[in-house]
């Protein structure tokens, strides 16, 4: 018997989508049928590259007329819960929704909700939970080459949502998914800043523990190039993450752990609506971290330790929350660090009345790379 094809859904057609493109084009049971993305250019670009025969600029009515099986989403990521909500709701079997999850909380915890109750797989793309670096990193520390590891440190730009969801995801992975206790943030906004829409400080500084002791500090935008590297320090030794590979240094020389790849996160989501297990991108897993962000906003709104997670009634985040109480006067028009296009839309969403003076500054990743210089004081 044939196994079945999926019919894939793209929505959301710009960078990282193409990423997804590549996943499905390198798997033997999936096809993308048909694509979204409100900005035509951008959609004709990407069905062009990609030969998606069906294009819509309202991914509702896609949903309805393509009944797709699969879909990723990979929209601004405000948008990411109701895009996955209406792809829930339409009957998809599966979902790759982009992170970070959302820009608040209560729609985060939705997207999870929902998809479970209605038995769905939703995988969020956390991919580095699937780099054999970090793979065979997990599988050294479990078996306790650096001893008891103490204390990690992760130091990225371009957000704390944006970039520092990654951080907070694969230290959890490398450290077997413990449960956050508490967190204790500084941060700063002088600037009016965003990131593809999404209010963002100018730089955040967070300490967060875990249940097992161990306490992560995560940088984001401290520096304007900051060193390309990250750490998780044990006991025994330490292992270091980042440019130049993932080296263990525990007894003798340093060692790179290198591993075959092993399955990517497609592979995963489908096993995974085949009733095998659920991916390690699952969205009660990528939801830890999201809850981690937004009770390190809390901590720096409220000035205190904060527990996580938040408690159930908590819908926005803390940042927004601050931002409104007049807690973050600014100075300047507002900005955004990856695309004028999301901040309009954004403003236009939330009633923000644009002055025109709006403007794109920098275009930074996650290595620093290209941020050097861009970012305003
Ligand atoms: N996993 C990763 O490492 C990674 C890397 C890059 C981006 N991302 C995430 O992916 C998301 C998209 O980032 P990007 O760099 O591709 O942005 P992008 O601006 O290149 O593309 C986003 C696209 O979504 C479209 N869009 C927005 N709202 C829409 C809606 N309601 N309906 C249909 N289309 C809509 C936009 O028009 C745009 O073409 C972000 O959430 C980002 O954080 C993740």
């Known amino acids: 018997m044939q196994e079945p094809t999926y019919r894939v859904a793209i929505i959301g057609t710009g960078g990282i989508a193409n990423h997804h493109a ?14 979204a993305d409100i900005r035509p250019d951008a959609l004709a670009a990407f069905c062009e590259k990609h030969n998606v025969p069906a294009r819509y600029t309202d991914y509702r009515e896609l949903l309805e007329k393509e009944q797709p099986d699969l879909v990723s989403v990979c929209t601004w990521t405000a948008t990411h819960p109701e895009v996955t909500i209406a792809a829930a709701e339409a009957g998809v079997r599966g979902i790759l ?14 997207m999870v909700a929902v998809c479970q109750s209605r038995g769905i797989p939703l995988a ?8 054999p670096g970090l793979v065979e990193a997990r599988k050294r520390i479990a078996a306790g080459q650096i001893g008891v590891p103490i204390a990690g440190n992760f ?8 970039n520092g969801t990654h951080g907070v995801d694969f230290h959890r992975y490398l450290l077997g998914d413990p449960a956050p206790e508490w967190v204790m943030t500084q941060l700063e906004r002088r600037t009016n800043r965003y990131e593809r829409g999404v209010l963002v400080e100018d730089r955040i500084l967070s300490s967060i523990r875990f249940e097992n002791g161990y306490t992560l500090t995560i940088e984001v935008d401290m520096d304007e190039k900051p060193a390309p590297h990250w750490w998780v ?18 007894r003798g020389e340093p060692e790179p752990l290198a591993a075959e790849s092993g399955p990517g996160p497609l592979d995963e989501l489908i096993a995974w609506i085949e009733g ?7 969205g009660h897993i990528a ?29 926005r985040s803390p940042l927004y929350t601050m931002h409104e109480e007049g807690l973050l006067p600014v100075s300047g028009p507002a900005y955004d660090i990856r695309s004028l296009d999301a901040l309009r839309y954004a403003f236009e969403r939330e009633g923000i009345p644009l002055t025109g003076e709006e403007y794109l500054e920098g275009q930074g990743n996650w290595t620093g790379q290209g941020l050097a210089g861009q970012v305003r004081k």
């Open 276 to 282: 095998g297990p659920e991916s390690r991108n699952a």
């Open 155 to 162: 130091r990225t730009v371009g957000g704390f949502l944006n």
């Open 287 to 315: 939801l830890v971290a999201h809850e981690i962000m937004m009770a390190s906003y809390e901590s720096a709104r409220t000035r205190s330790r904060v527990r996580v997670p938040l408690d159930a009634g908590v819908e």
């Open 97 to 110: 929704s982009e992170k970070p999850m959302s820009a608040h909380l209560g729609d985060a915890r939705r």
């Open 233 to 250: 320090f044990g006991t025994e030794g330490t292992i270091r993450f980042g440019q130049g590979g993932t080296v263990l240094f525990a």
């Open 22 to 35: 590549g996943y499905y084009a390198k798997h033997p049971r999936t096809t993308i049928v048909a694509a």
């Open 124 to 131: 969020i793309h956390h991919q580095r939970r699937f780099e």
